[in-house]
């Protein structure tokens, strides 16, 4: 397979090691196209066996798969400027947040497109992507971008679309939520005394455990908070004060808020 990747920025180009990683595509078989020239020199020195170019540069398209990686705010604007036409055996694989289906293959002029919402942490393999695809994508075509997505993680296909702008909000955005909790927590730790480098080891292992507790026990998360929160203890003390400050409300809404800007997205 050859594939081309429209916009090769953070999740462009690890999409792009995870292929290569795991030798779903041989490095001449990858066409890196990216807006920057400095970006394309650098680009050149990471992947010297695939082909770099600029958008400008790009007259015709030799690839089963395009995948588009672009913001979803200049998506316009590079569907009116692209120099090359998509060939009708071409497919499209989107990444861009809140773009739908209709919308790419109305401004691309092609109907045999893809999809999908990635993650941050495909970039050490451990993403999850969901997707989903427009009449006319073939049960063999599917399964080569289901094999694609998942060397970056997990993948879960979705028939209903609408679905996916809440997948972007909720795995999506999600990592950045998390970092703002540990972010949090390890700044309480500054405050009561403890070294800012010993306060992000302890939140940070503590993180890591309580995933794992997830991952390994059949308890639900409410018997698993009661397991931490003895009566009248330390933990119920906080807990009580996220409660009071309905902090669960606020990190709700905030998801759904996520939700709503990616339909916003789509114009």
Known sequence: MKIAILGAGNMGLSFSKSFLKYELIKPEN????TRS??????????????????????RELDADLIIIAVKPQDFLAVSENIQFKLKENQMVLSIMAGINIEKIQKLLHH?????????????LGMGITGYTAAEGISFSQLISIERLLNSTGRSVYLENENLLDGVTA??????????????AMIKAGVEMGIEENLSKL?????????YHLINNSEKSLEDLIKDVASKGGTTEAALKTFEDNRFKDILKSGILNA?????????
């Open 202 to 210: 302890f939140v940070q292992q503590t993180m890591l455990g309580a």
């Open 37 to 58: 020239q400095t970006r394309s020199s650098k680009m050149a020195e990471e992947f010297p066996k695939s082909r770099i170019s600029t958008f400008e540069e790009v």
């Open 30 to 33: 990858l066409h890196l196209i």
């Open 170 to 183: 909720l795995s999506g955005s999600g990592p950045a939520y998390f970092y703002y909790i540990v972010d």
């Open 111 to 123: 109907p045999l497109v893809v999809r999908a919402m990635p993650n941050s942490p495909t970039l």
């Open 259 to 267: 939700e709503k800007r990616a339909k916003e997205l789509n114009g």
